[in-house]
């Protein structure tokens, strides 16, 4: 409910805050385009309802503020975090003048706050106000854009849109400032004119001087609450820690033998970066991107349950019962953990499901260029290289566009996953019409490197299915979801046998069988697999491209992926 009532009023203020720069970038159009707009502006947000909802909203906003610097067992955190948190505590004392000078002198005083006696203020009778005000629209939007960035950062579209975000970010608080200071010169060269001076306090009606001094002592209060509201936040956090290091300590143990000591109650992400381990959080510890996931060894049992807010990120990743968010557990006594993800993780390795290592039946494809070693020993670096990526581009994406997901490349060779979500039956299909893009993808790369070939690429392919373990294996950045077991090891024995097959392809039966084709056009072996008690029948295909296509084969499939 905290989180949800911190996003709820945070946009509630930036839509306030969106609407008054836009408001202001008028001022880029003429004076009377700013009033129009104000008309407009006030309409909206000056009802009683949305009045109620927009100073709410910034009293909630402000108090979560306090209420999670107070959560925090530790000050130290990520550089924006501390940005956006620095900026937020900034924006009380720099506009609770303008609030005061404005809403507050119109409903009180009852001074007409149109543009033009803003901007008299700002411009003629107290300049170092203006620059102020300035400063404050940009506090406020930064820190506005950093809160949205690092909710949205999430969502699967959002990578698509950031370009557009981002001209959007720049161009809105620079056209606001623009149309300030446009419209400000305008009023600042109208002020030298006695007359139009005359009709302007008139129609303003300015606070005399009992009702500034009223508006001066009560911004000094409001500035001193805020101060002591913080210092209070900080002071109870620091009597809490003190409490909890006289009453428990407990230990972090950390892979390599690194152990931090912290105070009961601090978050595992705490102890991380209190202690200088680099630790992922894309979310910043709020319990949303999972990117911060640990799997948790000797004293899993003293944690408490999951609340429902990890409970549903931990289901959503397929998490195994030891894995749990850092961001969220509070250990009351020693934990030891591992982190799962590289200090690095994205969103998108927050969106990727976690398989933490388990056995189910899918499809293998292997697929190696042939004699390329031979081929590339007369030629620079930078062609083998040149070469070697236009290959595996059009392997990869022949994978993909048959519903797999490639594995690895090793040397020139590729290894690529198909079932892992959907199960053996449709894997094998997806790998059989994989082989067949595959064939058609090379014809299309042997045509267009004709010039930079003696002899066209050769590809050998063996496919296989069955059981396999499956998980995420590997160390820091180099880790991904894998599969190891007999299966895997037949597969890649069947597309070395390509090679003394003279075939592009050799596919097992159980693949046949599974996929639904009919390959009796193709020759059948009974083949002696090294590793294996019994003899395995295949299918020996000289050339993909005459597999035959599956009735219901999509012309492009949606590549399968574990996340």
Known sequence: MRRRLHLITGLILFTYVFTHFINHALGLVSLDALDTGRRAFNLLWRNPVMSAALYGALLIHIV?????????????????????ILFGLAIPPLIALHILGTRFAHEIFGVNDNYAYVLLVYFVFSPGLGIRQAITLFVVWIHACIGLHFWLRLKPWYRRAVPALYAFAILMP?????????????????AGDPAWMAAAREEIGFADSAALAWIENLEMAIVALAGGLLVLSLSARWLRGHFNRRHGVVHIAYPEGRRVPIAAGTTVLEASRGAGLAHASVCG?????????????RGLESLAPPSDDEAKVLKRIGAAPNVRLACQIRPLADLEVTPLLPPSA?????????????????????????????????????????????????????????????????????????????????????????????AERLVEVNNTLAHELERPLRIGIGIHCGPVILGEMGYGRATSVTAIGDTVNTASRLEAMTKELRAQLVVSEPVVRHAGLDLSDFPAREVEVRGRASALSVRVVKNALRLPVAADAPAVARPERPD
């Open 64 to 84: 979560l503020a306090l209420w999670s610097i107070y959560r925090r067992r530790r000050l130290a955190m990520p550089p924006w975090e501390a940005t956006q």
């Open 346 to 438: 994205s969103p998108r390795d927050g969106r990727r499901r976690h398989i933490h290592g388990e056995e189910r039946e899918v499809a293998i494809l292997f697929a190696d260029l042939r004699d390329f070693t031979s081929m590339a020993e007369d030629r620079l670096p930078y062609d083998v290289v040149f070469i070697l990526n236009r290959y595996f581009a059009a392997m990869g994406m022949a994978v993909e566009e048959a519903g797999g997901r490639v594995d690895k490349f090793v040397g020139d060779g590729i290894m690529a996953l198909f079932g892992v979500e959907r199960g053996v039956a449709a894997g094998s299909g997806n790998a059989m019409l994989a082989a067949r893009r595959m």
């Open 174 to 190: 620079v056209a606001a400032l623009g149309g300030f200071y446009f419209a400000g010169r305008e009023v600042a060269r109208l």
């Open 285 to 297: 510890g709020r319990g949303r991107c999972s990117t911060c996931r640990v799997r948790v060894g």
